[in-house]
């Protein structure tokens, strides 16, 4: 069966899943899941959160007449003021001056506001599904070990709490059945497709760089 008879959403999940493993084994997130990470480990994800929010959640607001990224721009996702709630607890209220972006960290973010200056509503889809389905599917994992490791509630992890998706299988399913009906021709839904492997390789090299940092040997932008 080829893509253009099966649904968009369908098609899309068949031909980044390669993407999506990758991302999800990269070394460092790998020992993180493992409990084999430090709390100083997850809170350097968590700043790299930040930046990443602040330039799709800033591409959001840019882009939110667009007739395709509105559609799936939703306040239920936001999810900047947790990342800077998880932050304050983590590092204390000073904690906007002791973090900067990783240069695989910045190189996604000058994506994300290139997509948004050049008013590509596609682009935006493409990393809008990247990272909030993943932060609704993987994520929920990710914060129960995170709980469980570091002694956590609430606090610190309200990146991966959506307290107005009361049921998150039932939300995805309505998004897929969004990016189903979008009338994208077949050029456009290959460069979308093309945007969400990009996603997942700006996502792997953030992991590669934490691991680089961590290790002592981050390279400078």
Same mark, same amino acid.
Request: hydrophobic share 35%.
């Given at each position: 069966m080829t893509a253009d008879v099966i649904p968009f959403s369908a098609a899309l999940r068949e031909r980044t899943w390669s993407?999506? %493993?990758? %991302?999800?084994?990269?070394?460092?997130?790998?020992?993180?899941?493992?409990?084999?990470?430090?709390?100083?480990?997850?809170?350097a994800l968590v700043a790299q959160h930040y930046f990443i929010y602040e330039a799709i959640e800033g591409a959001e607001s840019v882009l939110a007449a667009d007739p395709v990224a509105q559609q799936f721009i939703t306040p239920k996702l936001t999810r900047l003021p947790a990342i800077e709630e998880d932050?304050?607890?983590?590092?204390?209220?000073?904690?906007?001056? /002791?973090?900067?972006?990783?240069?695989? /960290?910045?190189?996604?973010?000058?994506?994300?506001?290139?997509?948004?200056? =050049?008013g590509w509503g596609g682009g935006f889809v493409a990393h809008h599904y990247t990272r909030y389905l993943g932060d609704l599917s993987g994520g929920q994992i990710i914060r =129960?070990?995170?709980?469980?490791?570091?002694?956590?509630?609430?606090?610190?992890v309200g990146f991966y709490l959506f307290a107005e998706i009361?049921?998150?299988?039932? #939300?995805?399913?309505?998004?897929?059945?969004?990016?189903?009906?979008?009338?994208?021709?077949?050029?456009?839904?290959?460069?979308?497709?093309d945007e969400v492997l990009l996603a997942y390789r700006f996502n792997t090299e953030v #992991?590669?760089?934490?691991?680089?940092?961590?290790a002592g040997t981050a390279q400078v932008a």
């Open positions: 993407g999506h %493993s990758d %991302s999800e084994g990269a070394g460092f997130m790998d020992d993180l899941m493992k409990g084999k990470g430090s709390k100083d480990d997850y809170i932050l304050r607890f983590l590092l204390g209220d000073g904690w906007r001056e /002791t973090i900067s972006p990783l240069p695989s /960290t910045q190189r996604y973010m000058d994506r994300l506001r290139w997509v948004a200056a =050049t =129960t070990l995170m709980q469980r490791q570091f002694g956590f509630d609430t606090n610190g009361a049921k998150p299988k039932e #939300f995805k399913d309505t998004y897929r059945e969004q990016l189903d009906a979008v009338a994208w021709d077949a050029e456009e839904r290959e460069r979308v497709i #992991f590669i760089d934490l691991a680089a940092a961590k």
